[in-house]
């Protein structure tokens, strides 16, 4: 029996895809929370085969969550399970320890391929994704978008800004000085050419890093 951890800050989308798992032989839920934090505590209290875990969460998120799962059991298979799937995003969040990384948009049955997938040991990225970080590799210049010059802390924290968080709070849920925070911000503008976080979110939705309804919940969790 595979069990999984949910992982999304919507209650809607953990209830969808708890009912598509109830109907599946040898998988069940074993847990759901609605936070990276959560996602990490849980994990180091229990016992759990893979976690299907969202990108976009107020707190630290699913990449940092991510990193932070896989520091403790290296041995964590975790899915991103995300709306996003534009280079840089899925080739860091596979250098941060996933398993897996699938849209939102895929087909309940690629989900239950997935999951069996990491169980097994290997790794499963959506055929679409895979095939752009294929070519992102073969002809760079044609995939790359201004954030894949961004290390994966500095993106993290780009996905931190963009959902309305300050300096003060990233720095406690990353357990950074505020300092710290601030010099990541600084060489970020620095790399984007941009001079503020307005304009590093509007760079954001404009190149498929955030889209209408993660900024209307940034707006809801500030």
Same mark, same amino acid.
Do not use: W
């Given at each position: 029996?595979?069990?999984?951890l949910?992982?999304?800050?919507h209650?809607?989308?953990r209830?969808?895809i +708890?009912?598509i /798992?109830?109907?599946i032989k040898g998988i069940r839920?074993a847990? &759901?929370?609605n =936070?990276?934090e959560?996602a990490?505590?849980w =994990? +180091?209290s229990?016992?759990?085969d893979v976690?299907?875990m969202d990108?976009n !969460?107020?707190?630290?998120?699913?990449?940092?969550a991510?990193? #932070?799962?896989?520091r403790y059991?290296?041995d964590? +298979?975790?899915?991103?399970?995300t709306?996003?799937?534009?280079? $840089?995003?899925? *080739? #860091?969040?596979?250098?941060a320890?996933?398993?897996?990384?699938l849209s939102?948009?895929?087909?309940?049955?690629? !989900?239950i391929?997935?999951i069996?997938?990491?169980?097994s040991?290997?790794?499963?990225?959506a055929?679409?994704?895979?095939q752009?970080m294929a070519?992102?590799?073969?002809?760079?210049?044609?995939?790359?978008?201004? %954030?894949? =010059?961004l290390?994966?802390?500095?993106?993290? @924290?780009? /996905?931190? @800004?963009t959902?309305?968080?300050?300096v003060t709070?990233?720095?406690e849920q990353?357990n950074?000085? $505020?300092?710290?925070?601030?010099?990541?911000?600084y +060489?970020? %503008?620095s #790399?984007?050419?941009?001079?503020g976080?307005? &304009? /590093?979110?509007? /760079? *954001?939705?404009?190149?498929?890093?955030?889209?209408a &309804?993660s900024?209307?919940?940034?707006?809801k969790c500030v």
């Open positions: 029996m595979i069990s999984v949910l992982v999304d800050d209650e809607l989308v209830a969808g +708890r009912r /798992l109830e109907d839920v847990g &759901e929370v =936070c990276g959560d990490v505590k =994990c +180091r229990n016992r759990v976690v299907l990108m !969460m107020p707190g630290i998120g699913g990449l940092e991510t990193r #932070k799962i896989v059991n290296p964590s +298979r975790i899915i991103m399970l709306i996003h799937t534009e280079n $840089p995003l899925p *080739a #860091k969040v596979m250098q320890g996933a398993s897996g990384y939102k948009g895929a087909a309940p049955q690629e !989900m391929n997935a069996r997938a990491v169980y040991g290997q790794r499963y990225i055929s679409d994704i895979a752009q070519l992102s590799q073969i002809e760079p210049d044609k995939a790359e978008t201004p %954030f894949s =010059c290390s994966e802390r500095e993106l993290q @924290i780009m /996905l931190m @800004i959902r309305g968080q300050k709070e990233i720095s990353l950074l000085s $505020p300092k710290t925070v601030n010099s990541y911000r +060489r970020m %503008f #790399k984007l050419n941009i001079s976080d307005v &304009e /590093l979110t509007h /760079l *954001a939705i404009r190149h498929g890093m955030l889209n &309804e900024l209307i919940n940034s707006e």
